[in-house]
């Protein structure tokens, strides 16, 4: 007759020869070595992270409720578990009765009648190294002697160590797929999204721009009014007409005013039209813009420009949806979707009273921050690529930018954005006598570059340097920042800053209200630290 402790192996094998399940595998060890053997309550004892305790994970035979409010969950530093789980060795107290150092409550939890009950843990091994403590519980008198007991249950607690591991790596396996599915279908999303914009002429995959594309893709085929925030040259028609273009209104009429470029008095028969004689010189019917965009998107590049009296006038065609041309009776009705732009701090001007608080929200219903080409500098090289290969198109040259060029580039300002990078790369390529681009050259280009102001770039509350003015503003507009362009007097204050901040080029850079990369770029032109 086979020996019983050669059975319950046995049957703690078939156990494993099931599909990977470790509670019930675990659980399945616990109640055959209860069942068959006499060794009661089993539990699997592992450590919390991040803690010092030791939890019961598995169990057979210990009340739910006990387990659920963690009575059985000892300190490391405690006890006979705590012991084993620290030193790898057998714990065995033949009777708990006589033995003081004991954990009482354990053999009180799990409903000890009184008699003799011995405790014994075992530790659960990888590498020899404890990861764990199978213990469990021999109640009453028994010829067996404990060596036997201990022997099966180091046999247990090796098949079970195997089990954890086999199910750690699954969990790590499947966190790991997990991680890697999610980046893929990240990088695909993002991937997708650059196609989009690449469709529509919109270079560049910085994440600030994404950023941007990721907003107006989202609601491209919703009617949601967008309003674009960005400086001059930052894209903003761009992105206006690629909304339309994703839209449903794609087939219909993109219409694009400048509120800015149009005088006041011009401005009101150029969006809502006039009947012939209307006004002196109005000598026939002139369809407005807003008309023209029945069906489509009417894009009102700098709103901000808009006076008072027309913002009113636009509420109104908004909420009806219907226009009345100057010196008409009759309304036209109308169906477009509005996209606005705008270069000055809107909330600011609806403060100081200059724009109509309900226009406000009917129209910054879906804001989109454009980021400035600063923010954006790792776009620069493909931008300027692409503007180059453009320009060889057009003039049939073969012009190419020389290696330490895109240096200058990344380095600069940009006050006008990408409009002025298409500006400034012409001007070099054009002034150029030889076909490759170098960074003197394009520091020429950029030099003469400094004594164009570009118009308030800067949203009013931005900096003191300058007043984005309002829209009724008849005072001649402020100008941005001027560029930023390395000056020998600039050493003394950046050596200052590094000194100040430990040579933190970060931090000095922040405080200099100077991008890292352009710090970078003047303290090798200055050569400062070099000396
Ligand atoms: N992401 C981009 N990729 C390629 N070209 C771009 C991108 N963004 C803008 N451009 C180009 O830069 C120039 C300026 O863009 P756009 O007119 O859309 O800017 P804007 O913000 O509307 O400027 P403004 O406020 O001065 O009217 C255009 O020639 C446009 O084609």
């Known amino acids: 007759m086979m020996k019983r402790e050669l059975v319950v192996i046995l049957e703690m094998a078939k156990l494993l020869e099931k599909p990977l399940d470790a509670p019930r595998t675990i659980q399945g060890i616990l109640r055959l070595l209860s069942q068959l053997y006499g060794l009661n309550c089993g539990r699997v004892s592992l450590p919390e992270a991040n803690s010092q305790s030791l939890q019961v994970k598995y169990s057979y035979g210990l009340s739910v409720d006990d387990l659920k409010a963690g009575r059985f969950n000892v300190d490391i530093n405690q006890g006979v578990t705590g012991y084993v789980m620290r030193t790898g060795s057998i714990g065995l107290v033949p009777d708990v009765n006589d033995e003081p150092l004991f954990v009482r409550r354990i053999t009180e939890l799990s409903h000890h009648s009184g008699g003799r009950m011995a405790f014994i843990a075992v530790p659960i091994l990888e590498s020899g190294t404890p990861i764990g403590v199978l213990s469990v519980q021999r109640e009453g008198m028994h010829e067996r002697p404990f060596d036997e007991d201990i022997s099966l249950l180091r046999v247990a607690a090796a098949m079970i ?220 090289r493909q931008l300027a690529l692409h503007f180059l290969n453009e320009l060889n198109h057009h003039y049939e040259r073969n012009w190419s930018l020389a290696a330490d060029a895109f240096a200058v580039l990344e380095g600069f300002d940009w006050p006008g954005n990408i409009r002025q990078l298409q500006n400034v790369l012409e001007r070099a390529s054009l002034t150029s006598d030889q076909e490759l681009i170098d960074a003197d050259k394009l520091r020429q280009a950029l030099a003469s570059e400094s004594s164009i102001a570009i118009p308030g770039n800067r949203q009013p509350q931005a900096t003191a340097e300058v007043a984005a003015p309002g829209p009724s503003d008849n005072a001649p507009r402020q100008y941005g920042r001027s560029y930023n362009w390395v000056q020998e007097d600039e050493a003394d204050r950046i050596r200052a800053m590094l000194s100040q901040t430990n040579n933190n080029q970060s931090e000095a850079a922040r405080r200099l209200n100077i991008s890292l990369r352009q710090l970078r770029y003047r303290v090798d032109k200055l050569g400062i630290g070099r000396n």
């Open 161 to 380: 160590g195997q089990v954890l591991r086999i199910h750690q790596f699954v969990v790590d396996q499947t966190e790991h797929l997990v991680k890697e599915n999610q980046s893929l279908r990240h990088s695909i999303a993002v991937e997708g999204m650059l196609k989009q914009s690449l469709a529509h002429g919109i270079l560049g995959s910085s994440p600030a721009l994404m950023d941007a594309v990721r907003s107006t893709i989202q609601v491209a085929h919703s009617d949601a009014p967008v309003m674009l925030l960005g400086e001059s040259g930052t894209g903003k028609e761009k992105f206006a007409r690629m909304i339309h273009q994703q839209s449903d209104r794609r087939e219909k009429p993109f219409i694009c005013i400048n509120c800015a470029a149009i005088p006041a008095d011009l401005l009101e028969s150029e969006l809502f039209g006039h009947t012939k004689g209307a006004f002196t010189g109005a000598s026939q019917n002139k369809q407005g813009k807003i008309v023209q965009a029945d069906g489509g998107t009417l894009f009102l590049d700098e709103i901000g420009d808009m006076p008072l009296s027309l913002q009113a006038k636009l509420l109104r065609v908004l909420q009806e949806k219907k226009v009345d041309p100057i010196g008409s009776h009759d309304s036209v009705a109308v169906d477009f979707r509005v996209i606005t732009a705008t270069h000055v701090n809107l909330q600011a001007s609806v403060n100081q009273g200059a724009f109509r608080l309900d226009l406000f929200y009917r129209l910054h219903v879906v804001p989109v921050h454009l980021p400035p080409l600063r923010e954006r500098q790792e776009d620069i």
